[in-house]
C-alpha cells in the first residue's frame, strides 16, 4: 500500500475497539437495538438455540460412533471429558458476553476489543466459513437422511441420470432446497426463526425422553461386566474424547445474539452454561441406554438409536418415533448453523471491514436480510456441489481458532490498566442542556468516588472503597484481601498463611491496579505461551511413539516444554489483574483460559494436513480483501481521519475523542464549544472531553475557558 510506513500499517492493524461500543437505553426494553435488529431473545430462547445447535448430530451420531469404534461403553466419561474441555471456553464465551453483551459478532467482537483488527478479521472471516460449512453439512445431512426414509430411491434416480460432482455422486439438489427454504425461515426475523427452533427443540427432547425411558426396560448390565466397561483402555477413552468435543461445539452461536437478546448480560452466560450441561445430560443419558441395551461391538455406528430398538426387537412405533426425532434434531442443527452466519457478516459490514451492503437491515423484518440472503445462497450451493465427509472434515477448525482467540482475549483483557470512561449521554443543542452536560463532565470524578456501584448489564462497574470494613473484595481467580480494611494480623489461621505465601510469590492483591508496561508484560507472554503449546502439543502428536518407547530427547524435550509453560502462567500470576467487576467472571484465572487455549490448540492440530490447505486458501482470500478493501474502509479508519481534521480545525485533538458509535461524518458544529487555543471554534457533535487526557496544569484553564464559552452561548441565546 503506497504512503503507508510499517508503523502506521502496525497501528492500523492493532487498532481495537471500546468495550462501550453501543448504548444501553435498549438493553431492558423490546425496542430495536442501536444497530436496527429487534430486541425479542429470552434466556431460554438463547438456552434452546444453544442445545439445537449442539444437541443433534451428537446425540444420533457421535454417541454410537465413539462408543463402537473408540471408548465402549467408557464412552460415558468421554462426553464428560469433553464437556469439562469444552466448559473451560464456554466460561471464557461468557465472560466476554458480559463485558461486549450487545454485539452480533461473537468471537470476531471479542478479538476486535482485545486484540486487534487484523486479527478480529481474519476470526470474522473464518466464523463465515464455519458457519457456512455447518449449514451445507446440516443439509446434506438432512437430504441423506430422507433419502434414506425412502429407501435410496432418491439417491438412486439422481445417480442414473446426472454426473458425479465434487467429492458426490450426483448433485445434491434436494440439500440445496432445503438450504434456501432455511434462508427464508431465518429470513423471517429472528422471533420467527427462534418459534421454530423452539418447537423442533421440544420435539427433539421429548424424543430423548422417551429413549431413556424406554431403554429401561431393555437394560442388561452383563453389556458392561460381560464384555467389559473399557474394552479399548483408557487411551480410547482420550481418544473418544477428543471426538465427543465436537459434539459441543455451537454454543458460540448464544454470542452473537447480543444486539438481539432482552437482556445480553443476564442470558448469554447463563444460555451458554446452561445449553453445556443440558447437552452433556443428554449425550451421558442416552449413552448409557446404548451402551446397556446392546453390546458395544452391535452397535450401528450410522443410525444407532434407530437399530438398538430394532435389534431388541421393540415396536416399529419406536423406530419411527425415534427417525422423526432426528429429522427435528438436524433440522435444528442446521437452523444453529445459517442462524449465526449473517449477523457476524453484517457486525463486519457495520464496521466496514466487508462491504457496505451487507450491513443492510430491513425494517420489517429487523433482521440483516441481505447478508442473509447471500450467506445462504453460498451454503446452499456448498451443498449442491460438495460432498458431506469434505464438508465434516472443514468443519471444526475455524471454531477452535475462534474458542482459542476468545481465551487469550479474557485473558489480556483481564490484566489491562483502567481505560478512560466514555461519556454516553448526547450533547444536546439547548443552552442549559450544554452547561448540564459540561458540568457533568467536570465533575466525574467526583461522582465516580461519591456514587454507589450500581449493577446495570451494559456496564463495567469499578469498586470503590466500602464503607464496611468487613467486606471482602473477590477479583481473578483467589480471594485477596485489602489491607487497608482488615489488618493482617486479625485474619484466621489460613487466611493469613495463604496471604504471606502469596506475598513471598509476588501475587499482587487487588489494592495493586495494572500498569501499561505489566499489561505489555501479559501481551508477550501469552504470545510466548501459544508458541510453546503449539510446540508440545506438535511434539505430542508426532513424537507420541518416541514418548512411549522412552526416547531421552523427546522426553526432555516435553519436560522443558511443561516447565516453560508453567513459568509463563506464573509470571502472568505475579501481574496484577484489573479491578472491574462484571456480573459474571471466568474464574481460576490465568489458570481457566490456559486450559482453554491448550485444549483447543490440541484439538486443531489433530485435524488432517488438507483441512488446513483449504482454510490457507480461505485465508488468503480474506487477506487480500482486508488490505485492498477493509483497512481503507474501516469505521475506526474514518474515525482517525475525522479527529486529525478535527484537531487541525480546532487545536483540541489531543484533548478530545471520538465518541463510539459516531460516524465521524458531516459535523455541524453545534455541540459543546471549542478549547483553549480556539475560542471561534466549537466541538463536533460526536466528539467529547477526554478530561482525563489533559495534564493538570491545563486543567483549569480548561475548564474556565469551556464554562466562558458555555457562558457566552446563554448570554447570545437569551438575547436572541
Given at each position: 500500500?503506497?504512503?503507508?510506513?510499517?508503523?502506521?500499517?502496525?497501528?492500523?492493524?492493532?487498532?481495537?475497539?471500546?468495550?462501550?461500543?453501543?448504548?444501553?437505553?435498549?438493553?431492558?426494553?423490546?425496542?430495536?437495538?442501536?444497530?436496527?435488529?429487534?430486541?425479542?431473545?429470552?434466556?431460554?430462547?438463547?438456552?434452546?438455540?444453544?442445545?439445537?445447535?449442539?444437541?443433534?448430530?451428537?446425540?444420533?451420531?457421535?454417541?454410537?460412533?465413539?462408543?463402537?469404534?473408540?471408548?465402549?461403553?467408557?464412552?460415558?466419561?468421554?462426553?464428560?471429558?469433553?464437556?469439562?474441555?469444552?466448559?473451560?471456553?464456554?466460561?471464557?464465551?461468557?465472560?466476554?458476553?458480559?463485558?461486549?453483551?450487545?454485539?452480533?459478532?461473537?468471537?470476531?467482537?471479542?478479538s476486535y476489543v482485545t486484540v486487534g483488527e487484523f486479527i478480529a478479521f481474519l476470526i470474522g472471516w473464518n466464523l463465515i466459513l464455519e458457519y457456512m460449512i455447518g449449514t451445507a453439512a446440516g443439509a446434506c445431512a438432512l437430504s441423506a437422511c430422507f433419502d434414506s426414509l425412502s429407501n435410496h430411491s432418491i439417491s438412486a434416480y439422481m445417480?442414473?441420470?446426472?454426473?458425479?460432482?465434487?467429492?458426490?455422486?450426483?448433485?445434491?439438489?434436494?440439500?440445496?432446497?432445503?438450504?434456501?427454504?432455511?434462508?427464508?425461515?431465518?429470513?423471517?426475523?429472528?422471533?420467527?426463526?427462534?418459534?421454530?427452533?423452539?418447537?423442533?427443540?421440544?420435539?427433539?427432547?421429548?424424543?430423548?425422553?422417551?429413549?431413556?425411558?424406554?431403554?429401561?426396560?431393555?437394560?442388561?448390565?452383563?453389556?458392561?461386566?460381560?464384555?467389559?466397561?473399557?474394552?479399548?483402555?483408557?487411551?480410547?477413552?482420550?481418544?473418544?474424547?477428543?471426538?465427543?468435543?465436537?459434539?459441543?461445539?455451537?454454543?458460540?452461536?448464544?454470542?452473537?445474539?447480543?444486539?438481539?437478546?432482552?437482556?445480553?448480560?443476564?442470558?448469554?452466560?447463563?444460555?451458554?452454561?446452561?445449553?453445556?450441561?443440558?447437552?452433556?445430560?443428554?449425550?451421558?443419558?442416552?449413552?448409557?441406554?446404548?451402551?446397556?441395551?446392546?453390546?458395544?461391538?452391535?452397535?450401528?455406528?450410522?443410525?444407532?438409536?434407530?437399530?438398538?430398538?430394532?435389534?431388541?426387537?421393540?415396536?416399529?412405533?419406536?423406530?419411527?418415533?425415534?427417525?422423526?426425532?432426528?429429522?427435528?434434531?438436524?433440522?435444528?442443527?442446521?437452523?444453529?448453523?445459517?442462524?449465526?452466519?449473517?449477523?457476524?457478516?453484517?457486525?463486519?459490514?457495520?464496521?466496514?471491514?466487508?462491504?457496505?451492503?451487507?450491513?443492510?437491515?430491513?425494517?420489517?423484518?429487523?433482521?440483516?436480510?441481505?447478508?442473509?440472503?447471500?450467506?445462504?445462497?453460498?451454503?446452499?450451493?456448498?451443498?449442491?456441489?460438495?460432498?458431506?465427509?469434505?464438508?465434516?472434515?472443514?468443519?471444526?477448525?475455524?471454531?477452535?481458532?475462534?474458542?482459542?482467540?476468545?481465551?487469550?482475549?479474557?485473558?489480556?483483557?483481564?490484566?489491562?490498566?483502567?481505560?478512560?470512561?466514555?461519556?454516553?449521554?448526547?450533547?444536546?443543542?439547548?443552552?442549559?442542556?450544554?452547561?448540564?452536560?459540561?458540568?457533568?463532565?467536570?465533575?466525574?470524578?467526583?461522582?465516580?468516588?461519591?456514587?454507589?456501584?450500581?449493577?446495570?448489564?451494559?456496564?463495567?462497574?469499578?469498586?470503590?472503597?466500602?464503607?464496611?470494613?468487613?467486606?471482602?473484595?473477590?477479583?481473578?481467580?483467589?480471594?485477596?484481601?485489602?489491607?487497608?480494611?482488615?489488618?493482617?494480623?486479625?485474619?484466621?489461621?489460613?487466611?493469613?498463611?495463604?496471604?504471606?505465601?502469596?506475598?513471598?510469590?509476588?501475587?499482587?492483591?487487588?489494592?495493586?491496579?495494572?500498569?501499561?508496561?505489566?499489561?505489555?508484560?501479559?501481551?508477550?507472554?501469552?504470545?510466548?505461551?501459544?508458541?510453546?503449546?503449539?510446540?508440545?502439543?506438535?511434539?505430542?502428536?508426532?513424537?507420541?511413539?518416541?514418548?512411549?518407547?522412552?526416547?531421552?530427547?523427546?522426553?526432555?524435550?516435553?519436560?522443558?516444554?511443561?516447565?516453560?509453560?508453567?513459568?509463563?502462567?506464573?509470571?502472568?500470576?505475579?501481574?496484577?489483574?484489573?479491578?472491574?467487576?462484571?456480573?459474571?467472571?471466568?474464574?481460576?484465572?490465568?489458570?481457566?483460559?490456559?486450559?482453554?487455549?491448550?485444549?483447543?490448540?490440541?484439538?486443531?492440530?489433530?485435524?488432517?494436513?488438507?483441512?488446513?490447505?483449504?482454510?490457507?486458501?480461505?485465508?488468503?482470500?480474506?487477506?487480500?480483501?482486508?488490505?485492498?478493501?477493509?483497512?481503507?474502509?474501516?469505521?475506526?479508519?474514518?474515525?482517525?481521519?475525522?479527529?486529525?481534521?478535527?484537531?487541525?480545525?480546532?487545536?483540541?485533538?489531543?484533548?478530545?475523542?471520538?465518541?463510539?458509535?459516531?460516524?465521524?461524518?458531516?459535523?455541524?458544529?453545534?455541540?459543546?464549544?471549542?478549547?483553549?487555543?480556539?475560542?471561534?471554534?466549537?466541538?463536533?457533535?460526536?466528539?467529547?472531553?477526554?478530561?482525563?487526557?489533559?495534564?493538570?496544569?491545563?486543567?483549569?484553564?480548561?475548564?474556565?475557558?469551556?464554562?466562558?464559552?458555555?457562558?457566552?452561548?446563554?448570554?447570545?441565546?437569551?438575547?436572541?
Open positions: 500500500m503506497p504512503n503507508m510506513d510499517m508503523d502506521e500499517l502496525k497501528q492500523r492493524m492493532t487498532r481495537t475497539k471500546s468495550v462501550q461500543e453501543h448504548s444501553s437505553d435498549d438493553a431492558e426494553s423490546g425496542l430495536p437495538s442501536a444497530s436496527g435488529l429487534r430486541r425479542c431473545l429470552t434466556t431460554l430462547d438463547l438456552t434452546s438455540l444453544g442445545v439445537g445447535s449442539c444437541c443433534g448430530t451428537g446425540m444420533y451420531v457421535v454417541a454410537g460412533l465413539v462408543a463402537k469404534k473408540v471408548a465402549g461403553p467408557a464412552v460415558v466419561i468421554s462426553f464428560a471429558i469433553a464437556a469439562f474441555a469444552s466448559i473451560l471456553s464456554g466460561v471464557c464465551y461468557a465472560e466476554f458476553g458480559v463485558r461486549v453483551p450487545k454485539t452480533t459478532g461473537s468471537a470476531y467482537m471479542y445417480t442414473s441420470h446426472l454426473s458425479p460432482v465434487i467429492e458426490k455422486p450426483y448433485p445434491d439438489f434436494l440439500a440445496l432446497f432445503i438450504g434456501l427454504t432455511m434462508t427464508c425461515i431465518i429470513a423471517a426475523g429472528a422471533s420467527k426463526s427462534v418459534w421454530l427452533n423452539n418447537a423442533l427443540n421440544a420435539v427433539n427432547l421429548s424424543v430423548w425422553v422417551f429413549i431413556v425411558v424406554a431403554g429401561l426396560f431393555y437394560v442388561n448390565t452383563e453389556n458392561w461386566t460381560v464384555y467389559g466397561f473399557m474394552p479399548y483402555g483408557f487411551r480410547g477413552v482420550l481418544s473418544g474424547a477428543a471426538t465427543c468435543f465436537y459434539a459441543f461445539i455451537g454454543f458460540d452461536i448464544i454470542a452473537t445474539t447480543g444486539e438481539e437478546a432482552t437482556r445480553p448480560s443476564r442470558s448469554i452466560p447463563i444460555a451458554i452454561v446452561a445449553s453445556l450441561v443440558t447437552c452433556l445430560t443428554a449425550y451421558v443419558s442416552v449413552s448409557l441406554i446404548l451402551t446397556l441395551m446392546l453390546p458395544y461391538y452391535q452397535i450401528n455406528g450410522e443410525s444407532a438409536l434407530i437399530d438398538m430398538f430394532v435389534q431388541r426387537g421393540a415396536l416399529d412405533a419406536a423406530k419411527y418415533i425415534v427417525a422423526f426425532g432426528s429429522l427435528c434434531a438436524l433440522t435444528v442443527s442446521l437452523l444453529g448453523s445459517l442462524f449465526p452466519m449473517p449477523r457476524v457478516t453484517y457486525a463486519m459490514a457495520r464496521d466496514g471491514l466487508l462491504f457496505g451492503f451487507l450491513g443492510h437491515i430491513h425494517p420489517s423484518t429487523e433482521a440483516p436480510l441481505v447478508a442473509t440472503f447471500i450467506s445462504g445462497v453460498m451454503a446452499s450451493l456448498l451443498a449442491l456441489l460438495v460432498g458431506l465427509p469434505t464438508l465434516v472434515e472443514m468443519m471444526s477448525i475455524g471454531t477452535l481458532l475462534a474458542y482459542t482467540l476468545v481465551s487469550v482475549s479474557v485473558l489480556i483483557l483481564r490484566y489491562q490498566p483502567e481505560r478512560d470512561v466514555i461519556s454516553r449521554k448526547p450533547i444536546a443543542s439547548q443552552a442549559t442542556e450544554h452547561q448540564r452536560g459540561i458540568e457533568n463532565e467536570l465533575d466525574d470524578k467526583e461522582e465516580m468516588a461519591t456514587s454507589p456501584a450500581t449493577n446495570k448489564d451494559d456496564e463495567f462497574l469499578l469498586p470503590t472503597k466500602s464503607k464496611d470494613k468487613k467486606e471482602k473484595k473477590v477479583y481473578g481467580s483467589l480471594p485477596l484481601f485489602n489491607p487497608e480494611s482488615e489488618e493482617l494480623d486479625r485474619l484466621g489461621c489460613f487466611k493469613r498463611n495463604l496471604k504471606i505465601f502469596k506475598m513471598y510469590l509476588g501475587i499482587p492483591g487487588d489494592d495493586v491496579a495494572p500498569s501499561d508496561e505489566s499489561a505489555r508484560m501479559v501481551i508477550i507472554v501469552v504470545c510466548c505461551l501459544f508458541v510453546l503449546m503449539t510446540s508440545f502439543c506438535l511434539l505430542v502428536d508426532f513424537g507420541e511413539s518416541f514418548i512411549l518407547e522412552g526416547a531421552a530427547w523427546a522426553i526432555l524435550l516435553a519436560i522443558l516444554f511443561l516447565l516453560a509453560i508453567c513459568a509463563g502462567v506464573f509470571v502472568i500470576m505475579r501481574q496484577p489483574q484489573n479491578r472491574r467487576r462484571v456480573q459474571f467472571m471466568a474464574p481460576a484465572v490465568p489458570f481457566l483460559p490456559c486450559g482453554a487455549m491448550f485444549i483447543n490448540i490440541y484439538l486443531m492440530l489433530k485435524l488432517p494436513a488438507l483441512t488446513w490447505g483449504r482454510l490457507g486458501v480461505w485465508l488468503a482470500i480474506g487477506i487480500l480483501i482486508y488490505f485492498l478493501y477493509s483497512i481503507r474502509n474501516s469505521k475506526k479508519e474514518k474515525k482517525s481521519k475525522e479527529k486529525a481534521k478535527m484537531e487541525a480545525e480546532t487545536g483540541l485533538g489531543e484533548f478530545t475523542e471520538l465518541k463510539d458509535g459516531a460516524e465521524g461524518e458531516n459535523h455541524v458544529g453545534n455541540g459543546v464549544p471549542g478549547g483553549p487555543m480556539h475560542s471561534d471554534k466549537q466541538l463536533p457533535n460526536d466528539y467529547h472531553i477526554k478530561r482525563t487526557a489533559i495534564p493538570e496544569p491545563e486543567l483549569d484553564r480548561v475548564e474556565h475557558h469551556l464554562h466562558q464559552r458555555t457562558s457566552a452561548h446563554t448570554h447570545d441565546n437569551e438575547e436572541e
